[in-house]
C-alpha cells in the first residue's frame, strides 16, 4: 500500500539527486548588439536619429572649442592696451589685438580704429563689432536646441508606430496570436523611445552648457568695453 505523500517525497528525493549529480547548471546569458538594436528601431526611425547624434556631436565639439579660444586671456592684455593708447602708440594697440586674436580683441581693434573720433561714434563701432562676435558664438546653437526637442518627439513617433504594428498584429492573428509575434512592435517602440530620449538629453545639457559660456564671454566683452571706454576718456599720466 502507497501513500500519495510518500510518492511525492520520493519523486522529490529522487529530482534532488538527478539535479545534483548533473553539476550546477551554467546561466545562460544572450546579448544583443548596437546594430540588431538600431535594426529593430527601423530604418526610417533611426536613421534621422542616427544623422542628429552626429550633428550634435560635431557641434558640442567644434562649438567648445571655439568658446575656449574666445575665454582665452591675456592678464596683461588690457594693461598693454592701456599703456599704448595713452602713449599715442595706437598701430601697437592695434598689432596686438590682431596677435591676440579673440572676441574681445577684435572688437577693441575696431574701437582702436576709430580713435580720434567722438567716443558715442567708438562705442558704437565696438557694440556693431560685439554683435557680430556674439553671433559667431551663438552659431549652431539653435540647430542643438532643434535636436534637443525634436530627437524625443521622433523617438515617440517611433514609439506609436511601434504600437500601431503590435496592435495591429493582435487584430489579423485573432485569439492565436504568440508573443513572438508581438515582440517586433514592442520592440521598435522601446529602441525608437529610448534613443531619442538619450539624444535629447545630451542636446539639452550640451546647449544649456554652451549657452552659459557664451553668456561669460559676452559678460567679458562687455566689462571690457568699459574698461577700454575709461581708457579713451581718463587723461594719459
Request: some cysteine; charged content about 20%.
Amino acid at each position: 500500500m502507497h501513500f500519495p505523500l510518500f510518492t511525492q517525497i520520493e519523486q522529490a528525493r529522487e529530482v534532488l539527486e538527478q539535479t545534483s549529480s548533473a553539476g550546477p547548471v551554467e546561466p545562460v546569458i544572450e546579448t544583443i548588439s548596437i546594430w540588431q538594436l538600431i535594426v529593430d528601431g527601423g530604418w526610417y526611425i533611426m536613421g534621422p536619429l542616427g544623422i542628429m547624434s552626429l550633428i550634435a556631436i560635431y557641434l558640442i565639439i567644434e562649438r567648445s572649442m571655439a568658446i575656449r579660444r574666445a575665454l582665452r586671456e591675456d592678464k596683461d592684455f588690457m594693461n598693454k592696451i592701456r599703456d599704448y593708447v595713452h602713449e599715442g602708440k595706437i598701430d601697437s594697440a592695434r598689432n596686438l589685438c590682431a596677435q591676440t586674436s579673440t572676441p574681445v580683441a577684435r572688437m577693441l581693434d575696431k574701437g582702436l580704429s576709430r580713435v580720434g573720433k567722438p567716443l558715442k561714434d567708438i562705442e558704437v563701432s565696438i557694440e556693431n563689432a560685439g554683435k557680430l562676435e556674439i553671433y559667431q558664438l551663438e552659431r549652431g546653437l539653435p540647430v542643438m536646441a532643434t535636436i534637443s526637442g525634436a530627437a524625443p518627439m521622433l523617438g515617440f513617433l517611433g514609439t506609436v508606430i511601434g504600437m500601431i504594428v503590435t496592435f495591429h498584429t493582435m487584430k489579423i492573428s485573432g485569439a492565436g496570436v504568440e508573443i513572438s509575434q508581438l515582440s517586433g512592435g514592442i520592440m521598435q517602440a522601446m529602441v525608437t523611445t529610448v534613443a531619442g530620449l538619450v539624444i535629447g538629453i545630451i542636446a539639452y545639457v550640451a546647449y544649456n552648457t554652451l549657452t552659459a559660456r557664451v553668456n561669460k564671454v559676452i559678460q567679458k566683452m562687455e566689462a571690457t568695453t568699459i574698461a577700454f571706454m575709461d581708457v579713451l576718456e581718463s587723461p594719459a599720466k
